[in-house]
């Protein structure tokens, strides 16, 4: 798992306990001294923020604990699964197209970077090269063959994962 995930989510946490403790705290505080608060925008606005912060950081705790549960040492060697660089061939377009699969933090669409929690990520989780895949996605069914495959353990001294 990379390292900076962690830190990336302990960060956000941070800023959102900033803001519920120190922040928000004061915006409601100006709110109230402008009196009525049954037609106060800035209070309301300010109370739906403090909601929504407490979700998100409830959201992120959760998160937190979930990367605190992964086990590197349980990643298969010979199958897809987190860490995996799988080269495909798309039996639609007829073309070749290379899969990293990453955390959801991790992703990048563009770069080729897909989360292990995207309908193509769950659906390449666990196949092996020589593997046929059909994938429902929401634009409809997509259907690879695993050309060969990477798995986390199979990373140069760089850690580079290409293939």
């Not at 705790?61 to 199958?79: M, S």
Request: net charge negative; no cysteine; aromatic share 4%.
């Amino acid at each position: 798992m990379a390292p900076n995930i962690r830190e990336k989510v302990e960060k956000e946490i941070q800023h959102f306990e900033h803001e519920l403790t120190v922040e928000l705290p004061a915006e409601l505080k100006r709110a109230v001294a402008l009196g009525d608060l049954s037609e106060n925008a800035e209070y309301h606005m300010a109370k739906q923020r403090q909601e929504f912060v407490n979700a998100r950081l409830g959201q992120l705790r959760k998160r937190l604990a979930e990367l605190a549960l992964v086990n590197v040492d349980a990643i298969p060697r010979d199958r897809a699964a987190y860490g995996s660089v799988l080269k495909l061939q798309d039996l639609d377009k007829n073309e070749e197209v290379v899969y990293w699969l990453v955390t959801s933090e991790e992703s990048d669409v563009a770069k080729g970077r897909i989360s292990t929690s995207s309908p193509i990520g769950r659906g390449l989780l666990g196949k092996k090269a020589g593997d046929e895949v059909r994938i429902q996605t929401p634009n409809g069914i997509k259907e690879f063959e695993v050309r060969s495959l990477r798995t986390i353990y199979d990373r140069d001294a760089e850690g580079d994962p290409t293939l």
